[in-house]
């Protein structure tokens, strides 16, 4: 079983980045029937050394904190009891604010994110969070410092706002290199979440996730959530195999 990776809940927005609510509720109600939803740190808990899970099992995840999860993402969660962890861009929830300018497929409205108040009224109705850099930079094409710097920041900045450890971080883009790994690990995280688009050696700081995409039925769902995934992944068809499931309804 797996870690999957959402980013959007969207109705308006045509991006890979989006299922539609449709969907989403779709995919909710099918992994309440068929998997046993548990939150990110017990997933990380029993995860092996292939970057696995124990059968049935699945952890949930977003990144990028997008303010949709407040009415999309968040009811219909809680409606089917399952748990999940957001991944948030630190800087966006300052004072000062940072706009939503990583994004490759961005809409022609400007995008939003959840603000401090919204993450800590998600986080009393047993919603999790962790980080997801300062300010999403492509941390490999960074200098060891900046990204240390970069990754502590955010870290002692969401401590600050939650009142609790946090342990997580999910790397922007999914990219992650030997740099980036040791930076992650110097600046106080446990783990570091990826989203691998070919073979990659799973461990502490590269778990791998699995992205959902527009159009993923349950036949791909059950897929992504499956043991056989994983080794799929590992395998050099795998680019091919990600981009089918990508396309297949």
């Known amino acids: 079983m797996t870690i999957l990776c959402y980013h959007s809940v969207d109705p308006c927005w045509t991006s890979p980045l989006a299922v539609t609510p449709e969907e989403f509720e779709q995919q909710c109600a099918w992994l309440a ?14 995860m092996d050394a292939k970057g696995l899970l124990p ?9 990028d904190g997008f303010l949709e999860l407040r009415d ?16 948030l861009v630190a800087a966006t929830l300052t ?41 999403h ?17 955010s870290r002692v900045f969401l401590e600050d706002l939650l009142q609790q450890p946090v342990p997580y971080l999910a790397y922007p883009r999914g990219k992650h290199d030997a740099m980036v790994r040791r930076a992650t690990e110097r600046a106080g995280y446990s783990h570091g979440l990826a989203l691998p688009e070919g073979p990659e050696t799973p461990g502490p700081y590269a778990v791998p996730r699995a992205g959902v995409f527009p159009g993923n039925s349950a036949k791909v769902l059950r897929a992504k959530t499956s043991r056989r995934y994983q080794a799929f992944r590992q395998s050099s068809v795998y680019p091919a195999i990600r981009s089918a499931l990508r396309r297949s309804p």
């Open 33 to 46: 029937r068929h998997r046993t939803v548990v939150p990110l740190d017990v997933a990380l808990d029993h």
């Open 55 to 63: 059968r049935g099992m699945v952890a949930l995840t977003f990144d």
């Open 72 to 87: 999309n993402v968040f009811p219909t969660l809680e409606r089917h009891g399952l748990p999940a962890t957001t991944f």
């Open 95 to 135: 004072h000062e604010g940072h706009p939503v300018d990583w994004v490759d497929t961005a809409p022609t409205w400007e995008l939003q994110t959840l603000t401090s108040d919204h993450v800590l009224e998600a986080r009393e109705r047993g919603f999790a969070f962790a980080s997801h850099s300062w300010t």
């Open 137 to 153: 930079r492509t941390l490999p094409e960074l200098e060891a410092e900046d990204c240390l710097e970069d990754l502590r920041e």
